[in-house]
């Protein structure tokens, strides 16, 4: 049985490789849907304690935007993405031609926008995932919630629990003049972890 | 008067004249006990609701069963009454609103449960529960006067 909390650097390092095909994919999609040039890469994997864990995003109280996909198919659990409140502010208003320095709460289509930019970022990553292990993986609808930073990351937090008492972030910086900083969390099922590893050709 | 900061998985005890807190609590469930003549307190933060459920065990604070037994423990060892102690519950709430029959959705609901179950069972009466619904809690509890303040984003603070 894979113990989390022993997880070695190759995987690591694979799991930051699959972040780079996969942030190559998303780029010409978002490019496209923001009207700007765009290059993206991922330049952190960490493994991290819970109570590490949202400092690195926020202080735990400040609020974040995340978004949750559910993985299905040949592997099961979920994906999360979060933004800090501000870049999403900046990647609306790029995209709704609003003041950059606009700060109102979200309106319903913004909201979709946030939703949609997620599913691209998150979508790139399970399609890079699903053609280096010839696996099949589908994802839901996204779901999207903006609250406290400790809040949102319960709910990942809590899918690692279950298995040690750290997680894996998958850091991911991207944009043009303005580097936005977004963070995955990956959330395999504890056999889709043997599943992935075993497809890569890594013994553990 | 200090703050003592509780985190994910974690747990403290505390005593009049400071404050002890943890923040964002969102599908995680913050326990905190009170004696309110002695005037000590403490808080749990706990992840998941059953640690016979789980393999990997070892940290105490992160379950509702053993989570509350180690606190009780603790409060009593720094001299609160066991007769006396009160239990406030919050937090437990859906962060997404993914699809009813997922584990995911449910956690929070279930972790809220396992605490009372586990309150109940040993005796505290539970004088406050704040559980349930979509959104992130940061609670304080106050030695001095028991107070316990509830705050979340875009809302008002309570004070239960």
């Given at each position: 049985m ?9 995987y690591f390092d694979?799991?930051?490789?699959i ?14 849907m923001?009207d700007?040039?765009i290059d993206?890469?991922v330049?952190n ?8 864990l949202?400092a ?11 978004i949750?996909?559910?993985?299905e198919s ?6 999360m993405?979060?933004?800090e409140l501000?870049?999403a502010?900046?990647l609306v208003n790029?995209l709704?031609?609003?003041d ?14 946030l939703k ?11 399609s890079?995932?699903s ?6 993986i589908t994802s839901?609808i996204?779901y999207?919630c903006?609250?406290m ?9 809590i ?5 040690g008492?750290?997680?894996l ?7 043009d003049?303005?580097?936005i ?6 959330l ?5 972890y043997?599943?992935i590893?075993n ?6 | ?7 994910m998985?974690d747990?403290?005890i505390?005593?009049?004249?400071d404050?002890i ?8 469930v913050g326990?905190?006990?009170y004696?309110?003549?002695t005037?000590?307190?403490?808080l ?7 640690s ?5 065990n070892t940290?105490?604070?992160k ?11 603790r409060v009593l060892?720094a001299?609160a009454?066991?007769g006396?102690?009160?239990a406030?519950?919050?937090?437990g709430?859906k962060?997404?609103a ?42 304080e ?7 316990l303040h509830i705050?979340?984003v875009g ?5 239960v």
């Open positions: 894979i113990n989390l909390d022993e997880i070695n650097t190759v694979v799991l930051k490789e972040g780079n095909i996969g942030a190559g994919n998303a780029t010409t999609a978002l490019a496209k923001l700007m040039k993206m890469k330049p994997v960490q493994l991290l304690e819970f109570k590490d949202a690195v995003i926020s202080s735990e109280d400040e609020p974040v935007m995340g949750l996909l559910e993985v040949d592997i099961a659990g979920s994906m993405f979060f933004l501000d870049s502010h900046y790029k709704m031609f609003k950059p320095d606009c700060r109102d709460e979200f309106t319903e289509i913004e909201l979709s926008a949609e930019i997620g599913n691209i970022i998150s979508g790139s990553y399970l890079a995932l053609s280096l292990t010839n696996m099949t839901s996204p999207l903006i609250d930073a400790g809040a949102i990351l319960s709910v990942p937090a899918e690692f629990g279950k298995y008492d750290k997680a972030l998958i850091q991911t910086e991207f944009g003049e303005v580097r900083n977004g963070y995955f969390i990956l395999p099922e504890l056999d889709s043997e599943k590893l497809s890569l050709g890594i013994q553990i | 008067m200090n703050i003592i900061k509780v985190g998985a747990l403290n505390c005593k009049s004249p404050m807190t943890t923040l964002g609590l969102g599908s995680c326990i905190t006990l004696d309110p003549v005037k000590i307190g403490g749990a933060h706990v992840m998941l609701p059953d016979t459920q789980i393999r990997n940290n105490i604070a379950f509702a069963d053993t989570g509350i037994d180690e606190l009780l423990k060892a001299g009454n066991r006396r102690l009160q406030k519950i919050a937090g709430a962060m997404f993914v699809s009813g029959s997922s584990d995911m959705g449910r956690i929070g609901d279930r972790n809220a449960e396992a605490a009372r179950t586990k309150l109940k069972e040993l005796g505290i009466k539970l004088l406050v529960d704040e559980t349930g619904l979509n959104f992130g809690r940061t609670i509890l106050y030695c001095e006067t028991g107070e705050k979340a809302k008002p603070e309570k004070v």
